[in-house]
Nanobody
Framework: QVHLVESGGGLVQAGGSLRLSCTAS????????MGWFRQAPGKEREFVAA????????VYADSVKGRFTISRDNAKNTVYLQMNSLKPEDTAVYYC????????????????WGQGTQVTVSS
């Protein structure tokens, strides 16, 4: 069983930056592809970014490409999401998730989820 805990969310002005962290316990993260998703009020959960177990491959949603960077430190069992040039439309609860492999964008493929961390971007 993989237990994921996100942190680093908060309130930031448009144009600002935040770094989210996702730390695992109960199992090593190095075996999994890790993804970040977000869900705004009244909207479906959407894919943000994913990274393979080695960190050598990543994929991003078009809406965040060039502004967000996903990375991982397997020695610390942690995955990060660096978010720059934040926009009000980035406001959402951000979730990290783990899956067996590939770089899937479909949330249904991910078997393990954290509880989420709120990111609010003011205009």
């Amino acid at each position: 069983q993989v237990h994921l805990v996100e942190s680093g969310g908060g309130l930031v002005q448009a144009g600002g930056s935040l770094r989210l962290s996702c730390t695992a316990s109960g199992h090593t993260l190095s075996l999994y592809t890790m993804g970040w998703f977000r869900q705004a009020p009244g909207k479906e959960r959407e894919f943000v970014a994913a990274i393979t177990w080695s960190g050598s491959n990543t994929v991003y949603a078009d809406s965040v490409k060039g502004r967000f960077t996903i990375s991982r430190d397997n020695a610390k069992n942690t995955v990060y999401l660096q978010m720059n040039s934040l926009k009000p439309e980035d406001t959402a609860v951000y979730y990290c998730a783990a899956t067996d492999g590939g770089l899937p964008k479909d949330a249904r493929v991910y078997g393990y989820w954290g509880q989420g961390t709120q990111v609010t971007v003011s205009s």
